[in-house]
């Protein structure tokens, strides 16, 4: 299933190109617009044109679809956009306690150089979200997802609590180790490029192509 979905969210980021550079012919055409349905709602968002698909996998309650530079590979990758969505999930859990939990699942692999910094609160198209910066600054020992002891993976996360289902989107990076409390340029730089993905758009999933209706 999850492959048709890839399939489709391939085919808007191609044919999405034209209708920017129709509406908007004074924008440089430095980035495609994709647009994904996952679960109740579709997502709209900016995806740089040096960027490609990488992977994408489903079950019947999460999704998860990665973006990586195209002069990266996947196994190995510098730097990363994810969207994540999880299907019906508890209104009464905020996007904050989201963001607590993913930093607390980071601090079980990396007890002594978590980084946790709280951007705060932001309604997002008209849903509730959660900013922060979140990661690991030295890794204490290899981990499964190919991250090697010394190394470190900080993330700009935005949770949103969506009408049904909660979504995450992140942008990450991985490099050489730093002391938790002085993030390098690399590290600001890659979190400041989360701009270039935004605005993340929700849409009804019976939103034509290139349209988005609530």
Not at 36 to 45: A, M, N, V
Not at 107 to 122: F, L, M, R, S, W
């Amino acid at each position: 299933m999850f492959k048709k979905i890839t399939l489709a969210v391939l085919i808007f980021i191609t044919s999405t190109v034209n209708i920017f550079a129709a509406d908007e012919p004074a924008q440089p055409q430095n980035f495609v617009v994709a647009e994904i349905p996952i679960f109740s709602q579709k997502l709209r968002f900016k995806l740089p044109t040096d960027w490609q698909h990488a992977h994408t996998s489903q079950n019947d309650k999460s999704y998860l679809i990665e973006f990586i530079p195209k002069d990266e590979d996947i196994k190995n990758w510098k730097n990363l956009f994810s969207v994540q969505g999880f299907k019906d999930f508890n209104p009464a859990v905020s996007p904050e306690d989201i963001a607590n939990n993913v930093a607390n699942n980071f601090a079980k692999d990396c007890p002594q150089n978590t980084v946790y910094i709280k951007i705060g609160e932001q309604v997002l198209n008209g849903h509730d979200a959660f900013m922060a910066i979140i990661g690991c600054s030295v890794m204490p020992q290899d981990h499964a997802t190919n991250l090697k002891k010394g190394m470190s993976e900080i993330s700009y996360y935005v949770f949103i609590k969506g009408q049904q289902d909660l979504y995450f989107t992140q942008k990450s990076i991985r490099s050489a180790g730093f002391p938790s409390e002085n993030l390098p340029d690399s590290v600001k730089k890659s979190t400041e490029e989360m701009k270039n993905f935004f605005p993340i758009e929700f849409c009804s999933l019976e939103s034509a192509q290139g349209r988005c209706e609530k």
